[in-house]
């Protein structure tokens, strides 16, 4: 099932580049991004494909795997009503906080420095809005920690509130079948990036 609009080509971010975000009332407002192989921004033409797909209005957005926080401070861009950010690594969770100061959205952000794979076991996330919860991971987490990325995907859904929105970014070599209600996720391709969206009823 192809994208609602058809988004365009940007360069993946890259040691040197210029992060920013893309849409709503911040677009065009730079991230500090360093190169660091920690780092793995979501590419420009997914994020911008994913934020098509999705409506982060109100929500209480939760970036598991923060790196930049591009994602958090997208979704708080485009509406969200305050972001939590997940970063084991504590200088790149110190760079979360210091994009989210350039941006002026400091109150609206808190960030979490450890792991989400922990941190999924007691979500201590606010219950009286959706939540809009990002997982982009590196890649190699869906092969040599497979069972525990699962465990994380299954234990969002159970804690999610109503009208929430989970959205998971894989490549090819993860089995979207091994997920959790199977049916129920859209996902769609960008290569190498596969991204599936579930909504919670």
Not at 36 to 52: G, L, S
Not at 63 to 76: P, Q, R
Not at 77 to 90: D, K, M, T, V, Y
Not at 151 to 175: C, K, Q, Y
Request: hydrophobic content about 40%; some cysteine.
């Amino acid at each position: 099932m192809p994208p609602r609009k058809r988004p365009q080509a940007a360069a993946s971010p890259t040691a040197g580049s210029e992060l920013r975000i893309i849409g709503g009332d911040l677009r065009g407002r730079k991230l500090e991004y360093h190169g660091d192989p920690r780092t793995r921004p979501m590419k420009d033409r997914v994020r911008e494909a994913v934020f098509n797909l999705i409506e982060p209005d109100g929500t209480y957005a939760i970036d598991l795997f923060g790196g930049t926080g591009a994602l958090g401070l997208e979704a708080l861009s485009r509406g969200a009503a305050a972001a939590l950010f997940i970063e084991r690594h504590f200088p790149t969770a110190r760079l979360i906080e210091q994009n989210a100061r350039q941006l002026g959205l400091e109150d609206r952000c808190r960030v979490f420095p450890g792991s989400a794979l922990v941190w999924c076991r007691r979500p201590d996330a606010p219950t009286d809005a959706p939540w809009l919860v990002f997982c982009s991971p590196p890649y190699d987490f869906y092969v040599s920690r497979a069972s525990e990325m699962l465990d994380l995907i299954e234990r969002l859904i159970a804690a999610a509130p109503v009208g929430s929105t989970l959205v998971v970014e894989t490549d090819g070599r993860f089995d979207l079948a091994t997920l959790p209600q199977p049916s129920q996720w859209d996902s769609r391709s960008y290569p190498p990036a596969v991204v599936s969206i579930f909504r919670t009823p």
